[in-house]
C-alpha cells in the first residue's frame, strides 16, 4: 500500500506497463496520466492516504466529482476507464486488495477499432531475410509464435518448455486470473519454433538451466521491453511504416481469423478473453464478413428485367 505523495510514482509504473504491452503513443500515455492526475487530485483533497482508499461504496463520490466539473460525458468516460485499467493493474501488482471499479457502471462512450497490420505486412514482417544468428532465429521464432498463437507479450516471455507441444502443434499458456488455455501454434510457427529450439538455443544457454522457451545470451528470460525493441527494429526492416506493438500483432491474429471465417467464440477462447463482450471489439470485421457473404451468396441479390411489350417488369 503506498501514500499520496508516491502516487505519481505507481502512475509511472502502470504507464511503463502500457506502453510496453500495448505499444502507446506518446500523446495517448499523457493523456491517460492527466485523468489519472484526477484521480490523485480527489484522493488528496479527500485526505485519502493511498489508492486503497477508494472503496466500491466510495468510489460513487470520485465519479460525482468529475461530473461536478462539468466534464463531457465523452471525458467522464475516458476518466473512469484509464482509473479502471490504472486499478487492475494496481491489482495486479498486489498493491490494492480489491478493484474499487469492479461494479461500477462505465457511461456509454465511442468505441475505438483496434490497430492491424494487413496480412502483407505480416508476410513481410514474418518472411525477411532469414538469420543465422542464434538471437535471429530466437527473434524471429518469438514474432512467428506471438502472431499465430495472439499471445500477450507477458505469456510469450513466460512460455516454458514443458507448455509447448511441438508434435502435435500447440502451447499451453497462463493468462490472467491465472487461468490456463491450449492454443494451436499452425505449421508455419510450429516449424520454426522446433528450428530455434533444436538449433539456436543451446548457442544461447550454454549449458545453462531454463525452464523458459525465449532465452538471451545471460540464460535469462526474454523480457517484455526486449521483446517490444525487437519487434520495432524487425518492423522497420520489413518496411512497415505504422506504429506496431505486441499488442497490434495479437488484433491482427484475431482480426485475420475472423476475416478467414472464424467464429467470434473460438477467438474468444483462443485470446483468452473471459467475456464475450471484451472480443466483441472485433465484431466490424465479423459484420464485414457477413455482408461480403451475403453480397455473394444471397440468392435474391440481382434484379433482372423481363420485358413484354414495350414494358420493362423488374423481377426479383
Known amino acids: 500500500m503506498t501514500d499520496v505523495a508516491s502516487i505519481d510514482v505507481l502512475i509511472d509504473r502502470y504507464l511503463t506497463d502500457l506502453r510496453i504491452e500495448r505499444g502507446l503513443a506518446i500523446n495517448t500515455l499523457d493523456a491517460y496520466r492527466h485523468d489519472l492526475h484526477k484521480l490523485q487530485a480527489y484522493l488528496g483533497a ?16 470520485f465519479v460525482d466529482a468529475l461530473r461536478r466539473r462539468n466534464l463531457s460525458p465523452a471525458s ?18 498486489r498493491l490494492v486488495r480489491e478493484d474499487p471499479m469492479q461494479s461500477l457502471e462505465t457511461p456509454r462512450k465511442w468505441s475505438r477499432l483496434p490497430k492491424t497490420l494487413t496480412e502483407r505486412e505480416i508476410v513481410d514482417l514474418l518472411e525477411q531475410p532469414k538469420g543465422t544468428r542464434a538471437e535471429e532465429r530466437r527473434d524471429a521464432a518469438m514474432i512467428e509464435v506471438m502472431y499465430a498463437t495472439g ?58 538451466e531454463s525452464r523458459h522457451v525465449f532465452v538471451t545470451r545471460r540464460g535469462g528470460k526474454m523480457t517484455r521491453q526486449a521483446f517490444w525493441s525487437l519487434l520495432q527494429a524487425r518492423a522497420r526492416k520489413a518496411g512497415i511504416a505504422k506504429a506496431i506493438s505486441p499488442h497490434v500483432l495479437r488484433h491482427s491474429f484475431a482480426t485475420h481469423l475472423l476475416e478467414h471465417g472464424a467464429d467470434l467464440r473460438s477467438v474468444q477462447a483462443m485470446l483468452g478473453h473471459t467475456k464475450i463482450s471484451t472480443t466483441q471489439i472485433y465484431t466490424h470485421v465479423e459484420q464485414a464478413r457477413l455482408k461480403r457473404l451475403h453480397t455473394e451468396f444471397f440468392p435474391r ?6 420485358r413484354i411489350g414495350n414494358a420493362a417488369i423488374v423481377r426479383g
Do not use: C, M, W
Not at 479527500?46 to 466510495?58: F, N, S
Not at 467522464?76 to 501488482?93: D, K, M
Not at 441479390?301 to 423481363?306: E, L
Open 151 to 208: 499471445l500477450r507479450v507477458s505469456e510469450l516471455v513466460n512460455l516454458e518448455l514443458s507448455h509447448v507441444n511441438l508434435s502435435i502443434g500447440y502451447v499451453l499458456t497462463t493468462g490472467k486470473g491465472a487461468k490456463q488455455r491450449i492454443v494451436p501454434i499452425g505449421d508455419a510457427a510450429r516449424r520454426k519454433l522446433e528450428s530455434y529450439l533444436t538449433e539456436a538455443r543451446s548457442a544461447l544457454i550454454k549449458g545453462r
Open 301 to 306: 441479390k440481382t434484379r433482372r428485367k423481363t
Open 46 to 61: 479527500g485526505g485519502l492516504r493511498d489508492p486503497g482508499d477508494l472503496t466500491r461504496r466510495t468510489v460513487g463520490r
Open 76 to 93: 467522464v468516460a475516458r476518466t473512469i476507464a484509464g482509473v479502471r485499467g490504472f486499478y487492475q493493474f494496481l491489482l495486479r501488482e
